[in-house]
């Protein structure tokens, strides 16, 4: 549309997987380009998963000068030129129990796995080649330890892979923290657990504030629900053609999937680089 090309935008922000990426699990080819064009521009792109920071970082580091920005774990850390911008950390006890809770469904014959997320590293008990080949997509910094319900680190979220369906059997066994806490299933297999008000929504509100940007000059890129309240952030919400269906209902403009490259073209008819 032609009033695409008159949008202010100067903040961009996207999820990852499923939303960015392509089917492969990769960062597409044509958005280098597009990242060159829009700091060009002073648009700021930001990339906001529930993956690691130090993951984000080593996605991006053939282009971060040192001054980009990350919304991490969720919404949990939300770095800037490698700088906190903001965190919430779990209580200890809280991430004690996610843990304890872990060995008693895989005791029950669920298969799943805890990864206690902290800012220096992951952490993890369960070390078989399936559930590390997983963990090691999202947290490149991790560690195999006896007991994770007692890491010395400051824990921002707890991750639990489930290898059946997250949103049938391992969030439904969390659903006692929900009036506490954040049980978000943030893909088909992966449940985050953080404090009550920590999201992708709230990180980004952080960051507008921080650098000046209202929402009607942000666009955002989501597919599933942990997406839904960073969609709340933006006048130019959009879900990717592939995402989950409240995702869909939720963003106020659709993109074409993230197989078809959806977030650079969109960014890119919107902003008229054509």
Same mark, same amino acid.
């Given at each position: ?6 949008a202010d935008?100067?903040?961009?922000? #996207? ?10 699990g ?14 060009e ?16 970082a ?16 969720n ?25 304890k809770?872990v ?18 590293s ?11 080949t ?24 707890v ?9 049938e ?8 923290l ?11 297999h ?23 940007i209202t ?50 073209? #969109?960014?890119?008819e #919107?902003?008229?680089?054509?």
């Amino acid at each position: 549309m032609n009033t695409h090309h008159k949008a202010d935008i100067r903040l961009v922000v #996207t999820d990852m997987d499923g939303t960015l990426l392509d089917a492969d699990g990769r960062i597409p080819d044509a958005l280098w380009p597009l990242l060159a064009e829009l700091n060009e521009r002073g648009i700021v792109f930001c990339p906001a998963s529930g993956r690691q920071y130090a993951t984000l970082a080593d996605q991006f580091a053939a282009v971060d000068d040192g001054g980009m920005v990350y919304i991490a774990e969720n919404g949990t850390y939300v770095v800037r030129g490698g700088v906190e911008l903001s965190s919430d950390p779990l209580d200890p006890e809280t991430a004690s129990w996610l843990v304890k809770a872990v060995r008693q469904l895989t005791d029950q014959g669920v298969d799943a796995g805890a990864v206690v997320c902290g800012k220096r590293s992951a952490y993890v008990e369960r070390s078989d080649e399936a559930f590390m080949t997983e963990v090691r997509k999202y947290y490149h910094r991790h560690e195999i330890v006896e007991d994770a319900s007692a890491v010395d680190d400051e824990v921002i979220k707890v991750a639990l892979f489930d290898f059946g369906r997250a949103e049938e059997t391992t969030a439904p066994a969390l659903s006692v923290l929900a009036d506490s806490h954040q049980v978000v299933v943030s893909s088909e297999h992966w449940v985050d657990v953080m404090n009550p008000a920590a999201n992708k929504g709230e990180a980004v509100r952080s960051l507008q504030r921080a650098l000046g940007i209202t929402a009607a000059q942000t666009m955002v890129f989501g597919d599933y629900l942990n997406d839904l309240e960073m969609l709340d952030a933006a006048d130019w919400s959009y879900a990717m053609a592939n995402a989950h269906p409240e995702v869909r209902r939720r963003a106020r403009h659709q993109a074409p999937s993230n197989t078809e490259n959806g977030v650079v073209r #969109t960014v890119r008819e #919107t902003l008229g680089l054509e």
